[in-house]
């Protein structure tokens, strides 16, 4: 089990300031001016419900409440972002009101749980009722991520001589408990209420990247060897298992894989996302550091640019399309997104070309993307209160609000967050 915080693994040695590319820096200002003047205060300012705990995600242009419902998964992804603010910049002027934050929905989180201990998708204000059961793992990973990053805080706490009133030891507890839970989901969906898992041995990106990221979470924030061994063991499985989704052609991660790899015989086989393949890619270029794998971290930064050139939409004004059909069908799940310009998949790539450019330091492959990418962003995504979220084709907005049911305070101040520090003096994971 882990013991204390300690240091997280540096994705990279220091880097010289002066040494680096000087459109990078000025990129750098926009990225911390962005979450430190606007996106950070939009959410502290709007989303926190002081009354009952938790957090509001569904704010319009303005930052007014629309939907008092408490969507959970978010409630996690918020919970972790509050929490590593805190411990990310000890030196902010606003950390005890991040403190604060954090504190209003560690507590809340564990109303999603039933007597089951099934994860309830959405709860009326107060917690008291739940609203959606959804019958997916992902609750589950975003709990964890919450409670795991409370926990960092609580020993950051305690590592500078404060305190904090909280039981340090059952909020970890209760990540790993989660955990192990959510593992036992995602080896046999019938336990979260969907169908038993098919006998072909399917397996989706998005569960073997879950489980993965969650271990090189532990992984880091453990002082235990065995621990830190077993957690070591699961991220060089999912390496191998990532490989699987890799489609060297077009040099993209698809989203489902048979175990011989790639099957574009079934709509599910040809579904693509370019955010999700960037996400992953920048996941797995972490995962190498801890089980070092030349080949794969040269299939990570391929996925990136491959990942760019078939997603990106030349044809109406670029951004990054949600979702297609590798051998252009209809898409059998086709939404009012696939073909609409997501926040998140941009976020991702800005998270993905700043890594990669820091990692190879090659400015002629990565610095053109990095640029094209920012500006889309900061041209239609941002303006001086948070981000819209969903754009139409042509990248004018399909609505103004600024959070829902499935966005909230985390792809963007992540994002954020690790751009400026990759391009600090030093990055911790």
């Not at 560690?106 to 739940?130: C, H, P, V």
Request: charged content about 25%; aromatic content about 12%.
């Amino acid at each position: 089990m882990p013991q204390s915080l300690g240091p997280r693994q540096p994705f990279r040695e220091s880097l010289e300031m002066a040494a680096m590319d000087e459109s990078l820096l000025q990129l750098r200002a926009v990225w911390q001016k962005d979450l430190f003047e606007n996106v950070v205060p939009f959410w502290l300012d709007h989303s926190l419900d002081t009354e009952y705990g938790g957090y509001f995600s569904a704010l319009d242009e303005h930052g007014e409440v629309y939907d008092d419902t408490k969507y959970m998964w978010l409630n996690g992804r918020a919970l972790y972002m509050w929490a590593r603010l805190y411990c990310d910049f000890p030196e902010a002027s606003e950390r005890d009101q991040w403190r604060r934050a954090a504190e209003l929905g560690a507590a809340f989180l564990d109303k999603a749980k039933d007597d089951q201990g099934l994860l309830f998708f959405s709860l009326s204000r107060d917690g008291s009722e739940r609203l959606h059961l959804q019958r997916k793992p992902y609750a589950a990973v975003f709990y964890v991520q919450g409670k795991l990053s409370y926990w960092r805080m609580l020993k950051v706490i305690e590592d500078e001589g404060g305190s904090h009133g909280e039981d340090a030891a059952a909020v970890l507890a209760s990540a790993e408990a989660m955990f192990e839970t959510l593992l036992e989901w995602i080896e046999d969906p019938s336990k979260c209420g969907r169908p038993p898992a098919a006998p072909s041995n399917t397996t989706k990106l998005a569960d073997v990247m879950c489980a993965a990221s969650l271990s090189l979470d532990f992984y880091h924030l453990s002082a235990d060897a065995e621990t830190r061994e077993g957690h070591k063991r699961r991220i060089a499985q999912a390496c191998a298992d990532v490989l699987r989704h890799y489609d060297a052609s077009k040099r993209i991660l698809v989203e489902q894989a048979g175990p011989d790899g790639v099957d574009y015989a079934t709509p599910a086989g040809r579904l693509f996302l370019p955010g999700h393949s960037i996400e992953v890619a920048w996941f797995l270029l972490q995962m190498v550091e801890v089980a070092p794998d030349e080949t794969l971290k040269n299939v990570a930064l391929d996925a990136i640019e491959g990942s760019l050139e078939r997603g990106w939409d030349d044809a109406h004004g670029g951004g990054l399309l949600y979702m297609m059909d590798l051998e252009g069908r209809p898409l059998v799940d086709a939404t009012v997104t696939n073909d609409d310009k997501l926040w998140w998949p941009c976020t991702e790539a800005l998270i993905a070309l700043v890594m990669a450019h820091t990692l190879t330091g090659d400015d002629d492959r990565w610095g053109g993307w990095l640029r094209k990418v920012h500006a889309y962003c900061y041209d239609h995504f941002a303006t001086d209160a948070s981000w819209y979220g969903y754009l139409k084709r042509d990248g004018t907005p399909r609505h103004t609000a600024k959070g829902g049911n499935y966005m909230g305070f985390f792809h963007l101040p992540r994002a954020l967050i690790m751009c400026v520090k990759m391009t600090g003096p030093r990055y911790y994971l």
